[in-house]
């Protein structure tokens, strides 16, 4: 019963407008029914969210079995209260499960369906998440989405957990993908403006792909499935796969990386810094000579570089950089690999990546240059933070306002009753009684 309870618990959270319907027995339906009971007590049953018993099909006929009953009848009248139609409860109670399924995807709710036997099968095989149970017929399992191979109901909220990692780690991959678009594009069309002309060659670019694509998608594969997860409410499903604030460290890290790429080109402190010697770059008069090796080199390692500490930031929402971080085992591995590979490169590299060695403090000051991602992203998630508090601070106020105006204008048609009812009340009472002047009382007398 526990296991049941906990995990029709974690279901309430979920949703609005999120339906899941299946057949249950007795004792989950006694639970159901509590839970609802206390649900609707607290005034959090506005959700179209419910687990219809397998007895709706003895309401023809009236077996129903008492502890079924009252279930029922919390899940029609909810299912009313939560789409503000008399239409959908007494479709229920006339066609079951098939029905339900089809009008609530009518009004554009999320339908999660679970069965086993054939006669489940067609709603399994309509709703949006069809789940069927790993004993289950064969029938049902080719129509639905999801085998519970365990035959847990507990399962299906691990699959919305999962579920909703996954999508998660996409989008974080997608920042981090992204922003190096926008910062190797941003290079491109502007370097020639600043007399940079294609700063990396094909084979460092081979190189950088690599990076940000394979790399990229095994490290943030990883990411830990939280528990918090499940108390965010649902994405709708005309959602962009790419929100506001995904655009925001886009653009903001893109251009960001951008900037400290042409900086790092144009400056002629930095240029004086990563200067051809003899050792490394041979002498003007060889063939091949460029006197610009040095400072290439260090480019080629600070826009690697920037990118991997890019991670860190688009691994995470929050100001917490390593938030869960030992959870992702592949992340701190592929991040490492990627540095000491890159190190490894720039000495083996020669002519094939076009490179030479770097001394300590040039890898000290290519470390640094590429560290400062990390502030500007911060900066941004604080000032986004200060936003969204600012906002939700304006909503409160409006809130309060809203309740406010509510109550003086019950109170202002209390008083106009109450002053112009058959009795006709005196206009000192009705304005001690409604915390009015009486001038203002004498104001609504007809």
């Known amino acids: 019963m526990s296991t049941v309870s906990l995990t029709l618990d974690e279901i309430f959270d979920l949703a609005k407008k999120t ?84 009008a609530a995807k009518e009004r554009n709710w999320v339908v999660g ?12 095989k309509n709703a949006d998440v069809g789940f069927a149970m790993g004993s289950g017929t064969e029938m049902t399992k080719e129509s639905s989405d999801i085998v519970i191979l365990d035959d847990n109901f507990s399962s299906l909220t691990r699959a919305v957990l999962y579920g909703r990692t996954l999508l998660k780690s996409i989008r974080k991959f997608l920042i981090f993908q992204l922003s190096v678009n926008v910062a190797a594009i941003l290079v491109a069309f502007f370097g020639p403006f600043f007399g940079v002309d294609l700063p990396l060659t094909m084979t460092q670019m081979l190189w950088i ?8 998608a095994i490290a943030f594969a990883g990411e830990a499935a939280l528990s918090r997860y499940m108390k965010e409410p649902p994405i709708p499903k005309n959602a962009p796969l790419i929100t506001p604030d ?22 002629d402190g930095l240029g004086s810094f990563f200067a051809c010697d003899e050792s490394r770059c041979g002498l003007p008069t060889d063939p091949g000579y460029n006197p610009d090796a040095v400072l290439l080199t260090a480019f080629f390692a ?27 085992k592949n992340f701190l591995r592929v991040v490492g690999l990627i540095f000491f590979l890159q190190i490894l490169f720039t000495y083996l590299g020669g002519e ?50 809203g309740m406010l105006r509510g109550q003086e204008h019950e109170r202002v048609e209390i008083a106009r009753r109450l002053v112009n009812s058959e009795t006709g009340m005196n206009i000192d009472v009705v304005a001690a009684a409604t915390k009015m002047k009486p001038e203002e009382v004498e104001r609504l007398k007809a």
């Open 209 to 216: 792909n690599l990076v940000m694509d394979t790399l990229a």
């Open 302 to 328: 600070f826009f690697v570089f920037i990118n991997n500490f890019n991670k860190f930031n688009s691994r995470t929402e929050g100001t917490d950089l390593f938030e869960h971080i030992g959870e992702n």
């Open 246 to 267: 995904m655009w925001s460290a886009i653009f903001t890290n893109g251009i960001a990386m951008a900037i400290l790429s042409l900086f790092f080109l144009t400056s």
């Open 352 to 401: 094939v990546l076009r490179t030479v060695g770097l001394g300590f403090g040039e890898w000290l000051m290519v470390l640094i240059l590429a560290a400062l991602i990390i502030p500007v992203d911060q900066i941004r998630k604080r000032i986004r933070d200060r936003i969204m508090e600012a906002i939700e601070a304006k909503g409160r106020q409006g809130q309060r306002e």
């Open 19 to 102: 339906l899941l319907a299946n057949g249950c027995d007795d004792e989950t339906a006694s639970i159901l029914s509590d839970l609802i009971r206390n649900a609707e007590r607290d005034g959090s049953l506005s959700h179209g969210l419910f687990r219809l018993p397998a007895y709706v099909s003895g309401l023809k006929s009236g077996k129903i079995n008492g502890k079924a009953r009252p279930v029922i009848s919390k899940l029609t009248a909810s299912v009313v209260k939560a789409d503000g139609k008399n239409s959908l409860a007494p479709m229920v109670l006339k066609y079951g499960i098939p029905e339900l399924v089809k």
């Open 113 to 124: 369906m679970t069965g086993d036997g054939v006669n489940d099968a067609p709603a399994v």
